[in-house]
């Protein structure tokens, strides 16, 4: 298959607000898929994943463009392997000649589609809902089938070459120890009452403000993943000793980690993220203690699901069931919680959540299986404020104390129908002195255009904004606008896919449904 006609599937994709259309149209094309890495382009990544091609050494390539497409989708895969392969002494020049030899085969849609796949412009996680529908239409099985199996693999382009396998090989996949799935998501709630009121026999657990994780044990062997399925393993030595010592001869556990001040309370939620090498907030670190110390303080694991056991696989079981077996082999490393309770219970549940410093309550329902990867009412969590978690796509020059910073962050909800984020709202509030100077480095390194009011950025950092509601706004492109919002954080720990959706932003306009 000719790379060009990847890119100019994407283009039209890009071109539409329609769901339908652009399903319509990456289906077109993956009927006539000739390698996986024809998916991975479609939504925004290399097949290889990150490759490590800098974002100046991408723009600074200058080759005149082919005069007529030439390359293959395999060619282009070569390509970037072999860009990712190279190592040792001289590796950047090297790393710059496969690039321009890749560059000079390319026409010039087919270099902008290059450097923007590079650089990260056109990664977009809301694309993969999209991506899903599309292999199911091209494949003529059951979208539920194929959500299924990519929950289970982890990877699209698998995913979607089993699909076009048939059924039998989409039903193969299973549940396998060592290799993560996609963890299931919580919906916001109005309040405790309403969501207790709504899923009935449940269990009301502590939002714990730490950093999600899931465990998986073979034996002795350890993995231990984040939600966006990175393997941090290697950094987290006092967490694979634990899981080491569990009853048990294998499990994959779902839980959260974060560290402890002395007296058991939640350190800074930049200080956990610390030590799995993402972002640290200079600010929060210093409030508490220095920098240096924070990458040595302790972790601790907190598990609420438990998905296999001793080679049983527990996914399709109701979590009362799933629970019995948490309970087994993580002890007292089970999140605090009450199963069952009544509304007394649940507020006290709540209560105590909040006075050790977390973030409020989940509640799930007990009949309820994991439904990996998706957003949906059975996991329902209650925070005493609003907050979402919105993309920065673009940011202001301070002015005054803050002159020569980047400051009034433009943020955008996630389009559920893949198209880029829904401007909703801007914000300077909430912004220490070092965090500033932090988003200042950070976002001009995103930056892919400057003028003389700021920089657009690449969509890829999340934020979490506390807000005081919503209003109905034609100022943006959304019909919302957030009302009195400030930054509470940066979250590394999320991709823009995981950002809440413009749907859920709407919810919170009075009087609205809650979101689906």
């Not at 694991?301 to 080679?311: E, I």
């Amino acid at each position: 298959m000719l790379f060009s006609e990847v890119v100019e599937t994407s283009a039209s994709v890009g071109a539409t607000r329609s769901r339908l259309a652009k399903v319509e149209a990456l289906a077109g094309v993956l009927r006539r898929m000739t390698a996986p890495a024809v998916v991975s382009f479609l939504v925004g990544v290399p097949s290889q994943g990150r490759i490590g091609a800098g974002w100046r050494t991408v723009l600074d390539l200058d080759v005149p463009p082919a005069a007529r497409p030439g390359l293959s989708v395999s060619d282009v895969d070569d390509a970037l392997g072999a860009y990712a392969a190279i190592g040792g002494k001289g590796a950047a020049a090297r790393r710059v000649e496969v690039l321009r030899a890749l560059f000079s085969r390319a026409t010039a849609a087919e270099q902008d589609f290059l450097k923007r796949l590079l650089t990260g412009e056109l990664r977009q996680g809301a694309l993969e809902g999209v991506m899903l529908d599309a292999v199911a239409k091209a494949a003529g099985v059951p979208g539920e089938l194929v959500r299924r199996a990519f929950m289970l693999s982890g990877r699209l382009p698998e995913t979607a070459v089993a699909a076009m396998t048939g059924e039998a090989a989409l039903a193969a996949f299973r549940l396998e120890v060592g290799r993560p799935v996609r963890p299931m998501l919580a919906s916001p709630a109005e309040s405790l009452h309403d969501a207790l009121a709504e899923l009935g026999d449940c269990v009301v657990e502590h939002k714990l403000d730490g950093a999600r994780i899931q465990v998986h044990r073979d034996g002795d062997d350890v993995r231990i993943f984040t939600r966006t399925l990175r393997e941090i393993t290697r950094t987290v030595p006092e967490l694979v000793e634990l899981v080491r010592g569990l009853p048990c001869t294998s499990v994959v556990l779902d839980g959260e980690t974060l560290a402890l001040t002395d007296d058991g309370k939640p350190r800074p939620f930049q200080e956990t993220m610390s030590r799995f090498g993402a972002l640290l907030d200079a600010a929060s670190a210093r409030r508490s203690t220095s920098a240096g110390d924070v990458r040595e303080l302790l972790l601790s694991p907190f598990f609420f699901d438990c998905l296999h056991l001793d080679g049983v696989d527990l996914l399709d079981e109701p979590l009362r069931d799933r629970l019995a077996a948490l309970r087994r082999v993580a002890g007292d490393h089970v999140v605090p919680g009450a199963v069952g309770p009544d509304e007394a219970t649940a507020a006290g549940v709540q209560a105590q959540a909040l006075a050790a410093g977390h973030e409020g309550v989940v509640v799930k329902s007990l009949d309820s299986v994991y439904a990996a990867g998706r957003r949906g009412r059975a996991w329902q969590k209650v925070k005493p404020v609003h907050t979402l978690d919105l993309v920065v796509i673009g940011v202001e020059w301070g002015s005054g104390r803050r002159e020569g910073l980047l400051s009034n962050l433009h943020l955008g909800a996630r389009d559920p129908d893949g198209g880029p984020p829904v401007m909703v709202g801007k914000t300077f509030k909430g912004l220490t002195d070092e965090l500033l100077r932090w988003q200042t480095r950070e976002l001009l390194d995103r930056a892919t255009d400057r003028g003389g009011w700021g920089v657009v950025v690449r969509p890829d950092l999340v934020v979490e904004i506390e807000l005081d509601g919503v209003q109905v706004s034609p100022r943006y492109p959304g019909g919302v606008a957030l009302r009195f919002a400030r930054v509470l954080r940066y979250r590394p720990d999320k991709d823009a896919g995981e950002a809440d959706a413009i749907d859920s932003v709407r919810a919170l306009l009075p009087g609205a449904p809650g979101p689906l």
